[in-house]
């Protein structure tokens, strides 16, 4: 598979292939991959993250009572 960028203005759930890759107006397959600026015109089921990334932007702050493992104890294990 081969890749091609561009910009494109979607009219309608339309968008209109530039000149220079007009040959591929004739491709029987592609797969489509669309990036937009703006998060919230993305469906929700799109939007969905996963777990380290949610724990990334929103971390949990760990009670400063617990004692955590020294690399040694952890390595004894």
């Given at each position: 598979?081969?890749a091609v960028?561009?910009?494109?203005?979607?009219?309608?759930?339309?968008?209109?292939?530039?000149?220079?890759?007009?040959?591929?107006?004739?491709?029987?397959k592609?797969?489509?991959?669309?990036?937009?600026?703006?998060?919230?015109?993305?469906?929700?089921?799109?939007?969905?993250?996963?777990?380290?990334?949610?724990?990334?932007?929103?971390?949990?702050?760990?009670?400063?009572?617990?004692?955590?493992?020294?690399?040694?104890?952890?390595?004894?294990?």
């Amino acid at each position: 598979m081969y890749a091609v960028e561009f910009e494109a203005s979607i009219n309608d759930g339309m968008f209109k292939i530039p000149e220079t890759f007009l040959k591929l107006q004739s491709v029987a397959k592609a797969k489509i991959i669309i990036m937009v600026e703006d998060e919230v015109t993305m469906p929700q089921a799109v939007k969905k993250i996963g777990f380290i990334e949610r724990l990334a932007n929103n971390p949990v702050h760990v009670d400063k009572s617990l004692q955590f493992l020294s690399r040694e104890e952890a390595n004894e294990r």
